[in-house]
C-alpha cells in the first residue's frame, strides 16, 4: 500500500526533534532515512524502528511487536529486528525523537560493523579481480 502523502507529511513531523529525515518508498512501504541511513520502516502506517540487544528490552517492555513479512518463494515468516513505535510515542514526540535517535545509532554500528567485517550478501560475488 502506497504511503498516503498526509501520513508522510505527520512522519516528517513526528521525527522534527530528532533532525531531518526521508521517507522513501519501499517494498509497498517506505524507509525512514537520515541521510543516507535507514533506521525506521513503515508499514500500513505503522512506524518501526531498528533495535539491537541493548535497545529491544525498552521495546519489550512497551509490548512493541516486530515487523514482520512472509517470504513469497517458500512461504516462510520472517521477524526482523524492527519493532513498533509504542502508539503512545505518537503523541510525545520529543521521546519519539530520542528513540528515533537510539534506532539511528544502532543502525550506524550494524552499518559499521558489516563494513569492517566485510561480510556480504549470500550470492554476491566480490568484483576484485583475482590473479
Given at each position: 500500500?502506497?504511503?498516503?502523502p498526509?501520513?508522510?507529511?505527520f ?6 526533534a530528532?533532525?531531518p529525515v526521508?521517507v ?12 543516507e541511513v535507514?533506521f ?8 518501526y ?9 525498552d ?12 517470504k ?9 529486528a524492527?519493532l513498533?513505535?509504542p502508539?503512545r ?6 521521546e ?11 543502525a550506524v554500528r ?5 563494513r569492517?567485517t ?13 590473479s
Amino acid at each position: 500500500m502506497a504511503l498516503r502523502p498526509q501520513y508522510r507529511a505527520f512522519l516528517l513531523e513526528l521525527f522534527e526533534a530528532f533532525g531531518p529525515v526521508s521517507v522513501r518508498p519501499m517494498f509497498g512501504g517506505a524507509g525512514i532515512f537520515a541521510g543516507e541511513v535507514m533506521f525506521g520502516l513503515v508499514s500500513d502506517e505503522r512506524v518501526y524502528l531498528k533495535t539491537d540487544e541493548t535497545t529491544r528490552i525498552d521495546f519489550d517492555r512497551e509490548g512493541a511487536q516486530p515487523f514482520t513479512f512472509v517470504k513469497t518463494k517458500t512461504g516462510e515468516r520472517i521477524e526482523t529486528a524492527y519493532l513498533a513505535l509504542p502508539d503512545r510515542l505518537y503523541d510525545e514526540r520529543d521521546e519519539a525523537a530520542e528513540w528515533a535517535r537510539r534506532a539511528h545509532e544502532v543502525a550506524v554500528r550494524k552499518s559499521k560493523s558489516k563494513r569492517v567485517t566485510g561480510r556480504r550478501r549470500p550470492g554476491v560475488r566480490s568484483r576484485r579481480k583475482r590473479s
